[in-house]
């Protein structure tokens, strides 16, 4: 049998991203199960001739929900785009701190999306959506300021574990999960 080496036990933060992400795919999975049954109904009553007219408006926000939420979802896998070519050309320390500044202006970013779309919910307080009356715009818009907060988090946790990382482990390949 060859040699291997144990893995090192999990963090609270990472134990924690892995939990976080199971219920971000799980809202992943319901959304996308939710557009598709949606646009199948909307195709079959379209055949039929019955065509429904709530079915556009509801699938565009279904997309954006899905867009939104699974940004948060990759977010937490580190599944956006890494230079680490780029990252690798650095010393070894610049590396670091590199990382730790690039977290801070994601979740600066994400903080302000968030902030501005808690500030939009009042201005569509009165608007509903066209095909629904009975559905508030707030509702539908909702998505800005929970996948903000939601990635705020994801990005935290990262944040958290490269600042802990001792600085000699922290590789370009590594870190440059974490550049988006």
């Not at 009042?122 to 903000?148: E, R």
């Not at 802990?164 to 870190?175: D, F, H, I, K, N």
């Amino acid at each position: 049998m060859p040699h291997t080496e144990a893995a090192a036990p999990a963090t609270a933060t990472q134990r924690f991203r892995r939990h976080y992400g199971l219920l971000l795919e799980w809202v992943v999975m319901a959304l996308m199960v939710a557009l598709a049954v949606e646009v199948t109904l909307g195709v079959v009553f379209r055949a039929i001739g019955q065509s429904l007219v709530w079915y556009d408006e509801v699938a565009s926000i279904m997309l954006a929900w899905l867009t939104f939420y699974g940004s948060a979802l990759a977010s937490v896998k580190r599944a956006h785009i890494g230079c680490p070519e780029v990252v690798d050309q650095l010393p070894s320390a610049w590396k670091r701190w590199l990382g730790l500044l690039t977290q801070l202006l994601v979740i600066a970013f994400f903080a302000l999306l968030g902030w501005v779309g808690l500030q939009i919910m009042p201005i569509l307080a009165g608007d509903t959506l066209v095909s629904l009356p009975w559905v508030p715009m707030n509702f539908a818009q909702s998505v800005i300021p929970i996948s903000a907060a939601l990635i705020v988090v994801a990005e935290a946790t990262h944040l958290i574990d490269l600042w802990l990382a001792r600085p000699q482990a922290v590789s370009g390949a590594a870190l440059a999960d974490g550049l988006h």
